[in-house]
């Protein structure tokens, strides 16, 4: 199971780039991160009243963000103790729920038993108690896609092997949340049944809802505290461009410019209040990221309404085209053809062996090399601005 945000591969934010495009923000760059207060507050809420909470969203809009740069910071000023997983479905990991409860174990200091002994046999609850543990699981969406039979273009990806811990794993939740032994173990002398301190939050995109709802008959409660996370509304925007832009000793972009800005990717004109845009799409942060490049490259002070003018309506074609720097020619549409499927969703199950040959056949001499680059995918074009641009991470391959 792999941890957000570790220090060694988390991104850095600082003063003077205070932007990190399409790369997820973390616990270490949760003071550059604005816009989702209310959201934050919403989570932390249902979190604290239920012990399952869901999170959901279109892909791209910035799920990891939210957990790692808000609701962890929350959690742990407020006295819980969160664990922020994603499962591992590589050939040498440890079976589902083994993951789940070594780390759970990890945090209190127990033998990896089963979460709901963890969380009622008397010999362990008092320290589930004290801590109060959250095991935030991120794109979980992974394990409907991951364990999925395989098709001839990402079998090196799925692992139809592990559909029975699937299973196991979503028994193991259903006993923590319900209260009671998986299955028809019998019911153990002795234990408190009260409700635990332990608290679930899943996450998923919103196009695998239906794939988590089969499992309702076994967890009736698993739809009952859902959270939908939308696009910024433009004031929300606006605080995302210019509180990060606020951390040095002189502001990196005005008031008026970045509202000029909150419009442009909004694709409304100008002077359009911003109470009145109600979806800011998630390339916000990579035309910031970009625009403040050019800046820095330039020697000026601050983003200015002249190169947002001049330059904005180029930034996202520059990006694309940097992201596939030096390969040859093809590849950006094969990488695409792999990762993004016929309905226009992201493919984020395609395997990275697979990805690594295609461009290998591509005459891609390193193509490892290249697999941390985030990218989009270029679409039609309305108004100066590419709409929509599916996110591609090749980093999460």
């Not at 957000?4 to 003063?15: D, K, Q, V």
């Not at 992974?142 to 811990?165: H, Y």
């Not at 199950?349 to 990805?355: E, G, L, N, P, Y």
Request: negative net charge; glycine residues 6%.
């Amino acid at each position: 199971m792999t941890g957000l945000g570790s220090p060694a591969s988390a991104p850095l934010a600082t003063p003077e780039r205070p932007w990190l495009g399409l790369r997820a923000y973390t616990p270490t760059t949760a003071a550059y991160f604005y816009g989702r207060e209310r959201e934050i507050d919403d989570l932390f809420r249902r979190i604290s009243l239920r012990p399952l909470t869901l999170l959901y969203g279109k892909s791209g809009l910035g799920k990891t963000s939210l957990l790692g740069a808000g609701l962890w910071p929350r959690l742990k000023v407020e006295g819980w103790h969160p664990l922020l997983l994603r499962l591992r479905f590589d050939a040498d990991a440890p079976t589902l729920v083994e993951q789940v409860r070594a780390e759970l174990a990890g945090v209190l200091g127990q033998p990896p038993v089963p979460l709901w002994q963890q969380a009622f046999d008397p010999k362990w609850r008092e320290a589930v108690q004290l801590q109060r543990p959250v095991l935030i699981f991120d794109q979980f969406e992974e394990l409907f896609t991951l364990v999925a039979p395989s098709t001839e273009n990402d079998a090196g990806a799925r692992r139809p092997d592990r559909r029975d811990e699937a299973a196991a794993l979503m028994a193991e939740l259903a006993a923590l949340i319900d209260r009671r032994p998986p299955g028809n173990q019998p019911i153990p002398d002795g234990y408190d049944w009260r409700e635990s301190a332990v608290r679930i939050v899943l996450t998923l995109r919103e196009d695998y809802l239906h794939e988590l709802e089969r499992w309702k008959k076994l967890i009736p409660a698993l739809m009952n505290n859902r959270v939908e996370l939308r696009e910024l509304r433009g004031p929300d925007a606006l605080d995302a461009v210019t509180r990060p832009a606020s951390k040095g000793a002189q502001a990196l972009i005005d008031t008026e410019v970045a509202q000029c800005l909150v419009c442009f990717v909004a694709q409304r004109t100008p002077d359009t209040p911003l109470d009145e845009i109600d979806a800011v799409p998630p390339l916000l942060s990579l035309l910031c990221t970009e625009l403040n490049e050019a800046r820095l490259h330039s020697g000026a002070q601050q983003i200015t309404q002249a190169q947002l003018q001049g330059q904005a309506d180029q930034v996202l074609e520059h990006f694309y085209q940097r992201s596939f720097e030096g390969m040859p020619a093809g590849v950006p549409e094969t990488v695409e053809a792999l990762l993004i499927d016929s309905g226009s969703r992201i493919r984020e199950a395609c395997s990275r062996d697979t990805v690594l040959s295609a461009m290998r056949a591509h005459g891609v001499q390193t193509p490892e090399a290249h697999l941390d680059r985030p990218c989009t995918r270029r679409s039609s074009c309305a108004s100066g601005v590419c709409t929509p641009w599916a996110r591609i991470a090749l980093s999460t391959v």
